[in-house]
């Protein structure tokens, strides 16, 4: 099954960026195929998902990002500059950026500059495998 494959997958690149099972991932974004597979992903690996919105005011995503300390954001490719600007505030947890598309040069310097990964979805994809063994599930996961 494809999509399986792909959040697995996704999934296993998580925990290849260091992130283990019990820690946090934000998602912030509109539904779309990419926050539901990142949501798999980290159920896949016993990871919790964190919701990330701004409904409350611009703050709101980098109070989230540190209260939560969540340690890598899938985020859709229009919210990646309010990400980016709260980095100099958040970068303590915040290690790694996944984008549901592309990632510009700048961005990615942006980011880097302040010691976080920014990937595109396409290339964060390549650093998982569909084969991972998962962790073994328990009863307190839920």
């Given at each position: 099954d494809i999509e399986y494959d792909a959040a697995i997958?996704?999934?296993s690149a998580i925990r290849s960026?260091?992130?283990n099972p019990g820690d946090r991932c934000g998602i912030y974004g509109s539904n779309c195929p990419q926050?539901?597979?990142a949501m798999e992903a980290c159920n896949s690996q016993a990871i919790t998902y964190v919701p990330l919105y701004d409904t409350l005011g611009a703050n709101a995503v980098e109070f989230i990002i540190n209260h939560a300390e969540v340690s890598i954001a899938f985020v859709q490719e229009n919210k990646l500059p309010a990400v980016l600007s709260?980095?100099?505030n958040c970068s303590t947890n915040l290690k790694t950026i996944v984008s549901?598309?592309?990632v510009s040069s700048a961005?990615?310097?942006e980011a880097e500059g302040l010691g976080v990964s920014c990937f595109s979805w396409e290339e964060f994809s390549q650093l998982g495998n569909a084969d991972c063994e998962l962790p073994p599930k328990r009863r307190t996961d839920i």
């Amino acid at each position: 099954d494809i999509e399986y494959d792909a959040a697995i997958r996704m999934g296993s690149a998580i925990r290849s960026r260091g992130v283990n099972p019990g820690d946090r991932c934000g998602i912030y974004g509109s539904n779309c195929p990419q926050w539901l597979t990142a949501m798999e992903a980290c159920n896949s690996q016993a990871i919790t998902y964190v919701p990330l919105y701004d409904t409350l005011g611009a703050n709101a995503v980098e109070f989230i990002i540190n209260h939560a300390e969540v340690s890598i954001a899938f985020v859709q490719e229009n919210k990646l500059p309010a990400v980016l600007s709260c980095l100099p505030n958040c970068s303590t947890n915040l290690k790694t950026i996944v984008s549901f598309a592309n990632v510009s040069s700048a961005q990615k310097e942006e980011a880097e500059g302040l010691g976080v990964s920014c990937f595109s979805w396409e290339e964060f994809s390549q650093l998982g495998n569909a084969d991972c063994e998962l962790p073994p599930k328990r009863r307190t996961d839920i």
